[in-house]
């Protein structure tokens, strides 16, 4: 497989650099977004093979919003979703899933246990 595609989608900036730091000894093809709309705008682009989407964000469109876009548009409907998230209630998994996520991930994360899983994961066909 050739390099990933990973965007990164997270208002707050330490996050972006955390994902980042955690997943370039990957040698994955890393891109950041800060907020719902510039995703919506760098996923229909580059069409990341994963997105890791950030559920709360200022600007009016939360990550829950950006999955179910970026599922409906045949562009981006491919990409594996990571919703990451201090939230961890049930019903916000449950609505993470809804939304098409393929997976929700707890903050603080596990730089491991994120590396292994877009090692082992694989985009929609």
């Known amino acids: 497989m050739t390099n ?3 965007l990164l ?3 707050q900036e330490d996050i972006r650099l955390l994902l980042q730091l955690s997943l370039a000894p990957l040698g ?3 891109h950041a977004a800060s907020n719902g709309n ?3 705008e760098l996923a229909r682009a580059l069409r990341p ?3 890791i989407l950030d559920v709360m964000m200022p600007g ?3 990550g829950y919003q950006v999955c179910k876009m970026l599922r409906a548009d045949p562009g981006t409907a491919h ?3 990571i919703l990451l998230s201090a939230r961890g209630q049930q019903r916000d998994i ?3 899933k809804q939304a098409g996520a393929d997976y929700y991930m707890l903050k603080p994360f596990s730089p491991i246990e994120l590396g292994d899983l877009i090692s082992q994961a694989r985009p929609h066909q």
């Open 4 to 6: 990933k595609r990973i």
């Open 9 to 11: 989608v997270d208002d």
């Open 28 to 30: 994955c093809d890393l």
């Open 38 to 40: 510039e995703a919506i």
């Open 49 to 51: 093979d994963f997105v």
């Open 60 to 62: 009016g469109m939360d």
């Open 79 to 81: 990409a594996y979703i």
């Open 94 to 96: 449950d609505e993470g």
